[in-house]
C-alpha cells in the first residue's frame, strides 16, 4: 500500500504567482500574433499554451515542490522448522522412520505457506529445505542451544510467529536449551526412545598427551554400561594392529561406569595411535561406541633447565614452581652457599638448554663460583637483587647497562609491552600482569644494547616510563633474558589469592623459558600442520615457509605433499604459494595418524619437510542414544509453545492450519524533490521542442 503526498518547500500561495507568471509570459509573446491575425487562431492558442506550461512549470520548480511517499509494507509471518540432523537420531530411527519424518516435515511445510505463512527451515548444518531429501543425519554433535540461538539473532524484529523443533533432546555440546529465554513459540517434536538401550561405551579415556620414551604411562578407560550387570567383558588396548595389553572388566551394577587401567611403554618415539576396545556382547544395541582412540607423542626427553644460585630466596621457589608447571622441563638448582661441591660436580657434567642465574654475579663472591655454569648452555636468564653485582653484570650480559650505578632502589609494577614479538599471552594474563603489585628495582639510567628488545616495562605508580623491567634478546645466535626486579614470589602470591590459580606468572615465566630453550629452526623449507591434531569434520592445513640463500622468504615454488596413512595409503597433492596465500588444505581424511613429506627445488637444490599429524573422530553422538522427551516439554512450556510426539504430528499439522496469521506492518517514508525527475526535464525539452518546431515551421524564426 501506497500514499502520495505533494508537498513545498515554499508557501503553495506561490503557486498563483507561478501560474501569472505563465499567463503573463504567453500573453506578451503572443498578443501581437492575435492582433495581426498572424497565424491560424487555433495556432495561436497552441503556441500560447505551450509557453504558458513551460513557464508555469519552470516558475514552480523555484517554489521546490517535493512528493512524500509513504509506503506501509506487510511482513508475512515466518515459522522456522529446525531439524536436529544428528548421528544420534539415525541411530535409533530406521530407514522407513526417518524417510516418513522427511514427508511429515514437507507437508507442514507445504500447509504452512498455504495458510499464509513463511518458511524457513535450520539444521546444525544449515541445509536448507530444498535438500530435505539429501539429509543424511549424520552431524557429529547437537548444541540445541546454538541452534535456537542463532534463529534467535537472525530473526531480532522479524515477525518469527514460531520455530518448530525436531528433536531426541539430545545435546552433547553448549549448555541446555531451556536456560536461555526465548521471545517465541517452540513447539516441540520427539524424535528418537525415551527407554535405555542394552549398551557398552567408552564414555571417556585419561591419559597425558606427552609421555617420554623408555617410561610407562597411565591410560584409564571410563567403560558405561546398560543392562550387563554380573557380566564380564575383555578391554584390549592396541597399537599398529597388535594387541599391547588387555584386562577383563566386570560391571557390578545394570547401570554405572567402570574404569580400568592401563600402564603401557612408550617405547616408540614420534606420534603413537592407540586404539582401546571393549569386546562387543551379542545383546548390545550398537557396537559403534566400544572403541576409543588415544593419540599422544612420546618424546625423547624433557629439557633441561638449571637454576644457579648464591643463597634462598623465596623468587627461586617461585621460579621453579612456574616452570615445572610445565612437564616438558627438568629443572635442577643449586645453592652455592649451602650445597655440597659433590652436587655441583655432578650437576657441571651435564649440558643443559637454559642456565638461570639467581642474583649472580653477586656482591662479595668470587667469579670462579658461578663461571663454569656459564658454559652449561647457551642460553641464560639473569634476575637481580639486592645482592647482585651490577658492575660485573654489565659486563656478563648481552642486553643492558645499568649506569650511574648506586645503593638506591625504586619500587615498580609491571606493564606488558604490546609490540613484543617473541612470544604472546593473551589478554587476560596480560590484564593480570599489569596488576601485580610493585617488586624492588635498582633506581638507575638503563641502556639496551642493539638486539635487546623489552618484554616488560616498569610503571611507577600510574605513570608508564620508557625503562626495562624484563629484557629479551639474541646476540650471535645466544638468546638471552634479564630481569631488573626482586620480589616476584609476591606475584604469585598476590594473583592466587585473587584467582585460586597462578596461571599468568605460569603463563610467563613458561613461555620465556620455552622461548630461550628452544633451538632456531633455519631450515630454508618448512612445511607443517597449523595443530597437531584435527576433527574429521574439519580440512588439515598446513602452513608453508621457504628462504632463499639471506634467508628472506619467497614465493611461487612448486610444492610436492605425500602423505601417508597407518595403512601405508598415500595420497599426493600439488600447489604452489603466492605472498597472499601460504597455506594449502587437505579435507575428508578420515581418522588416524598421519605422517607426510613435502618437497621443493629451489634454484636447483631439492628441499624436504617432514612430520606428523593425527585425525580424531567425534564419537560423541553414540555415547548416550536414549532420547530426552523431558527436556522437550519443558522448552515447549517455557516458551508457549507445545510438545507432540512424532506419531502425532498430524495435531501439530491441525494447529499450524487452525492459525490465523498476523502480518507485521512497517511503515517508510521517503522524500523526492520534483526537480529530480528526469522526466520532468524530457517534458520539458518536448515542449519547448514542440513550440520552437512549430514556429520555424510557420517561418517565424
Avoid at 60 to 78: A, D, S
Avoid at 433 to 459: C, D, H, M, W
Avoid at 509 to 526: G, H, M, N, V
Amino acid at each position: 500500500m501506497q500514499e502520495v503526498q505533494l508537498l513545498f518547500n515554499n508557501s503553495p500561495w506561490f503557486i498563483l504567482a507561478c501560474l501569472a507568471a505563465g499567463l503573463l509570459y504567453a500573453l506578451l509573446l503572443y498578443v501581437k500574433s492575435f492582433r495581426k491575425k498572424q497565424w491560424d487562431k487555433k495556432i495561436n492558442y497552441l503556441l500560447s499554451a505551450l509557453r504558458f506550461v513551460v513557464v508555469t512549470l519552470l516558475c514552480l520548480l523555484l517554489v521546490g515542490p517535493f512528493i512524500k511517499q509513504i509506503k506501509n509494507n506487510t511482513e508475512k509471518p515466518t515459522i522456522v522448522f529446525a531439524l536436529d540432523n544428528s548421528a544420534s537420531v539415525k541411530a535409533v530411527e530406521d530407514s522407513t522412520a526417518i524417510e516418513q519424518l522427511r514427508n511429515n516435515i514437507a507437508t507442514m511445510a507445504n500447509a504452512a505457506e498455504e495458510n499464509g505463512y513463511t518458511v524457513d527451515f535450520r539444521s546444525f548444518s544449515q541445509e536448507d529445505i530444498a535438500a530435505l531429501q539429501n539429509i543424511r543425519f549424520d552431524h557429529s554433535s547437537s548444541d540445541l542451544n546454538e541452534l535456537l540461538k542463532n534463529i534467535a539473532s537472525d530473526y531480532e524484529g522479524g515477525n518469527l510467529a514460531s520455530v518448530v523443533l525436531f528433536s531426541d533432546g539430545i545435546y552433547n555440546r553448549g549448555i541446555s536449551p531451556t536456560y536461555a529465554p526465548y521471545s517465541f513459540a517452540i513447539n516441540t517434536v520427539g524424535l528418537g526412545d525415551t527407554i535405555p538401550k542394552q549398551d557398552i561405551n567408552i564414555n571417556t579415556l585419561y591419559y597425558n598427551k606427552i609421555a617420554y620414551q623408555g617410561n610407562k604411562f597411565p591410560l584409564v578407560a571410563e567403560i558405561e554400561n546398560t543392562g550387563f550387570a554380573n557380566q564380564t567383558v575383555n578391554v584390549k588396548v592396541s597399537r599398529q594392529g597388535k594387541i599391547v595389553a588387555s584386562k577383563p572388566l566386570k560391571f557390578s551394577n545394570d547401570r554405572g561406569v567402570n574404569s580400568v587401567e592401563f600402564l603401557l611403554n612408550a617405547d616408540q618415539e614420534g606420534m603413537q595411535h592407540y586404539v582401546i576396545e571393549a569386546e562387543p556382547q551379542a545383546d548390545e544395541f550398537t557396537t559403534q561406541n566400544n572403541t576409543a582412540h588415544a593419540y599422544l607423542e612420546v618424546i625423547e626427553g624433557k629439557q633441561k633447565i638449571l637454576l644457579v644460585a648464591q643463597s634462598p630466596h623465596p623468587d627461586i621457589k617461585a621460579v621453579k614452581a612456574a616452570i615445572e608447571s610445565n612437564k616438558n622441563y627438568e629443572l635442577n638448582s643449586i645453592i652455592l652457599s649451602i650445597d655440597e661441591s659433590s652436587k655441583e660436580a655432578a650437576l657441571v657434567k651435564e649440558k643443559y638448554d637454559l642456565v638461570i642465574f639467581h642474583q649472580l654475579p653477586g656482591k662479595g663472591i668470587n667469579s670462579t663460583a658461578y663461571e663454569k655454569y656459564l658454559k652449561l648452555s647457551n642460553s641464560k636468564f639473569f634476575i637481580t637483587g639486592s645482592q647482585s653485582d651490577l658492575g660485573a653484570l654489565n659486563t656478563l650480559n648481552p642486553l643492558i647497562n645499568i649506569v650511574n650505578i648506586n645503593s638506591e632502589s625504586d619500587q615498580v609494577s609491571a606493564l606488558y609491552n604490546q609490540d613484543f614479538n617473541g612470544f604472546q599471552l593473551d589478554a587476560e594474563k596480560q590484564k593480570t600482569i599489569s596488576r601485580y603489585i610493585p617488586i624492588t628495582v635498582p633506581f638507575a639510567n638503563i641502556e639496551l644494547k642493539s638486539g635487546a628488545q623489552t618484554l616488560l616495562y616498569q610503571k611507577v605508580g600510574n605513570v608508564k616510563t620508557s625503562k626495562p623491567l624484563l629484557v629479551v634478546g639474541e646476540t650471535e645466535g645466544k638468546k638471552s633474558a634479564l630481569m631488573l626486579g626482586e620480589g616476584m614470589w609476591q606475584w604469585r602470591l598476590q594473583e592466587f589469592a585473587n584467582n585460586d590459580n597462578s596461571d599468568a606468572f605460569n603463563a610467563l615465566l613458561s613461555k620465556l623459558t620455552q622461548y630461550l630453550s628452544a633451538k632456531e629452526d633455519k631450515r630454508r623449507f618448512k612445511v607443517y600442520p597449523v595443530e597437531s591434531e584435527f576433527e574429521d569434520t574439519e580440512p588439515v592445513v598446513f602452513e608453508t615457509e621457504i628462504y632463499n640463500d639471506i634467508y628472506e622468504q619467497v614465493y611461487g615454488a612448486e610444492v610436492m605433499l605425500t602423505i601417508s596413512s597407518e595403512d601405508g595409503e598415500q595420497k599426493a597433492f600439488e600447489y604452489v604459494t603466492n605472498k597472499n596465500n601460504t597455506q594449502y588444505k587437505v579435507s575428508n581424511l578420515p581418522e588416524g595418524l598421519y605422517k607426510y613429506i613435502a618437497s621443493t627445488t629451489l634454484k636447483g637444490e631439492k628441499l624436504t619437510s617432514q612430520g606428523e599429524f593425527t585425525i580424531k573422530s567425534l564419537q560423541i553422538e553414540t555415547l548416550n542414544l536414549t532420547a530426552d522427551h523431558g527436556m522437550l516439554r519443558q522448552l515447549a512450556e517455557e516458551s508457549g509453545g507445545s510438545f507432540f510426539e512424532a506419531s502425532s504430528t498430524d495435531q501439530l499439522l491441525a494447529s499450524l492450519t487452525k492459525q490465523q496469521p498476523k502480518g507485521k506492518i512497517y511503515t517508510s517514508e521517503s522524500y523526492l524533490p520534483i526537480i529530480n525527475l528526469k522526466w520532468l526535464f524530457f517534458l520539458l525539452m518536448l515542449l519547448i521542442t514542440t513550440e520552437w518546431g512549430i514556429r520555424k515551421y510557420l517561418g517565424s524564426y
